[in-house]
């Protein structure tokens, strides 16, 4: 069974910082780019941003300058450092990893969803 473990959300006032953590387990044996995504109340889901395996970044023009993602290849686990919340980035954030695993006697690739996170930036 394959998870993705999400962890630090929670209340933080406008001007302050969460860290974000997704830890993937499991019968795993590639992940290639990872992201985080986030999706506020009576809006769609959106990216936040994006990791490939090799480094490479995409954000979202609206956290750009103020968030960052990172990954521990080692530990199967991507960051995002949010630094400066303001109250629009209040949403459930979901981790996102495109992973090969195996599961029913099978190799599967796919995108995979974490559970999600509830940050809410409000004084």
């Known amino acids: 069974q394959v998870q993705l473990v999400e962890s630090g959300g929670g209340l933080v006032q406008p001007g302050g910082s969460l860290r974000l953590s997704c830890a993937a387990s499991?019968?795993?044996?590639?992940?290639?780019?990872m992201g985080w995504y986030r999706q506020a109340p009576g809006k769609q889901r959106e990216l936040v941003a994006a990791i490939t395996s090799g480094g490479s970044t995409n954000y979202a023009d609206s956290v750009k300058g103020r968030f960052t993602i990172s990954r521990d290849n080692a530990k199967n686990t991507v960051y995002l450092q949010m630094n400066s919340l303001k109250p629009e980035d209040t949403a459930v954030y979901y981790c996102n990893a495109d992973m090969t695993y195996y599961s029913g006697s099978r190799w599967v690739s796919r995108g995979y969803w974490g559970q999600g996170t509830q940050v809410t930036v409000s004084s």
């Open positions: 499991g019968s795993i044996f590639s992940i290639n780019a």
